[in-house]
């Protein structure tokens, strides 16, 4: 690999003291100490650690402990840092600690190294691993801004991602899967002709420079082909100082070719804090209540109908931090709502979907927060998903009102409100209705639950028909199929006694007066806007947040 006059000046620089940043609050016992354990990069590599651990550090229980490969007599000189940065945990009161890597694969020989080092200088501390950089989407998003900065067309380009540090071929599969989850990501966002990784070997494994000179000739072929060739570092390496870096040791390589290079690496970048500040607050206890903010996303639409549910949650900003994101998942509102929370030191957020049932928009939202992929599952090929929100925050998540314990109450009162002689009177509850019929009824089933218990009100058996039906009006030949049922529907009924249509919506009753135009009925409009939606997220936030005031892991979010 590469070699240098100055060896002795940057081995020498390899073996770098643990830095001590200076006093930092102790935190409290029940939050664990975070390790930060980062690649020896030298001189310029370092300095870049050191700035991004100095500002995490400001707000967590934190150390930092370089490791790197062992040179000569040198190889004990890393199990001082690991020392070191134990002690300082144990001074700031951590009666645990959680590692965080900042590596991007699990499968990087030092970072296994150091796994199998650390148990021995815990002295007493539980010691708990949090998951490689890969794993974070936060991460795809640092390689797709990398891309994008010198991706044109994508459709005639091809992208290479390098990664580096391989020992034998074991390694370079474990290293390439990890950097597949990444090439994956980007892969959502940009559709390239071809896209591969190649993964250089340590320049101290067996065979290195064969198989090294064997992986550049190979992207050397690619170079040749028609098209634009794109490669990308998808590593955090060595940077001695602005020459001596491994960007520019493997850039070289490729100067004479018909080859677009990205000269920046992982490192630096902005979304590395928020990884690091996103990692330690899946694992913190006991946040305060100012840490815990709340979201809500209702549909919106003109300004009547943002007013009327502003007045509903008005109340409930004496006691939650709460924004809102109007939308259907919109992630630039939704980004703006979130990032005014976290401006006010909030480490954990819910998130409320005002919207009818549990499922709806949850596969979206869920995704735009960084819970799930699903929604890219559900996706028509060929759409490009949402951007996901760029945050540290932890967030868990509601919704559903209409399957919510009360809101039969609120059926009720709509139908008192209008209802005169049950016995002769037709009750419509008429919903908005979705796409596939799958969907639409399961809407119906949890309508029907509803009106199971309005049956059980006195007033409300004495009525002839109770139906739930929907209209599908956001898609144009469903809804005229729909449209057509209730207008029978009504039509029908109408012939012996009257019809009430209750509006089975937030808020309003949409365009039912001019789909239901000319018929004998009467509309009550009002939806479901009243103090039991309020009572309703008052407890659905509660719920949630006695979640979050824990540890919360991946698999725990949503």
Not at 360 to 387: C, F, N, W
Request: charged content about 25%; aromatic content about 8%.
């Amino acid at each position: 690999m590469m070699k240098h006059p100055m060896n002795k000046l940057w081995i020498a620089l390899l073996l770098l003291t643990m830095v001590n940043f200076g006093p930092v609050t102790v935190f409290a016992q029940t939050q664990p100490g975070f390790l930060v354990v980062a690649p020896d990069r030298g001189f310029l590599g370092n300095q870049e650690t050191k700035k991004l651990f100095e500002q995490f550090q400001l707000h967590y229980p934190a150390a930092l402990a370089f490791v790197g490969d062992t040179y000569g007599n040198h190889g004990t000189a890393y199990t001082a840092y690991v020392k070191n940065a134990f002690k300082q945990l144990r001074a700031l009161n951590a009666k645990s600690v959680v590692v965080i890597p900042l590596f991007l694969s699990d499968a990087d020989p030092q970072l296994q190294a150091i796994r199998n080092l650390l148990p021995a200088h815990a002295d007493g501390l539980t010691v708990e691993w949090a998951p490689s950089m890969s794993e974070s989407y936060l991460i795809g998003q640092i390689l797709l801004d990398r891309v994008q900065d010198i991706s044109q067309s994508p459709e005639d380009e091809r992208l290479i991602l390098i990664g580096i540090g391989a020992r034998d071929e074991q390694s370079e599969q474990a290293i390439k899967k990890d950097l597949a989850r990444i090439l994956e990501y980007i892969q959502r966002y940009r559709e390239f002709r071809d896209s591969e990784i190649v993964v250089y070997y340590h320049r101290d494994a067996e065979n290195a420079r064969e198989t090294n000179d064997g992986i550049t000739a190979h992207i050397t072929k690619q170079a040749a082909r028609q098209g634009r060739t794109l490669v990308v570092p998808a590593f955090i390496g060595v940077k001695f100082d602005h020459m001596m870096a491994m960007t520019n040791w493997i850039q070289r390589k490729f100067q004479k070719l018909n080859v677009v290079f990205q000269p920046s690496e992982i490192t630096p970048h902005s979304n590395l804090l928020v990884w690091l500040k996103k990692t330690a607050n899946q694992y913190l206890s006991d946040v305060a209540p100012g840490e815990i903010g709340v979201v809500i996303m209702p549909h919106g639409s003109i300004q009547p109908y943002n007013d009327a549910i502003e007045e509903v949650v008005a109340p409930l900003t004496n006691r939650y931090q709460i924004e809102m994101a109007y939308g259907m998942g919109d992630s630039a509102i939704i980004q703006q709502a979130v990032s005014r929370l976290e401006q006010r030191g909030v480490k954990k957020i819910v998130f409320g979907r005002m919207y009818g049932l549990v499922e709806h928009m949850k596969a979206k939202t869920d995704y735009i927060l960084g819970l799930s992929d699903e929604y890219v599952h559900e996706l028509q090929q060929g759409r490009t998903p949402p951007a996901q929100i760029r945050s540290a925050a932890i967030f868990s998540t509601f919704g559903g009102y209409e399957q919510g314990a009360d809101i039969a109450q609120v059926l009720h009162e709509r139908i008192m409100e209008i209802s005169q002689n049950p016995s002769e009177e037709t009750v419509i509850l008429l919903a908005h209705g979705t796409k596939t019929d799958e969907d639409n009824q399961a809407w119906l089933s949890v309508i029907n639950a509803n009106i199971e218990k309005l049956r059980q009100d006195p007033h409300c058996a004495k009525l002839k028909t109770i139906k739930a039906m929907t209209v599908r009006e956001d898609w144009p030949e469903l809804r005229e199929k729909a449209v057509k049922e209730v207008r029978e529907f009504i039509e029908e009924s109408s012939k012996t006694g009257k019809v009430l249509v209750i509006s089975n919506r937030l808020y309003g009753s949409g365009q039912y007066s001019k789909m239901l135009d000319g018929l004998d009925f009467e509309l009550n409009g009002k939806g479901f806007l009243s103090p039991v939606i309020e009572q309703w997220l008052d407890q659905s936030i509660q719920q949630v947040t006695e979640r979050l005031k824990g540890p919360v892991r991946l698999a725990e979010k949503s």
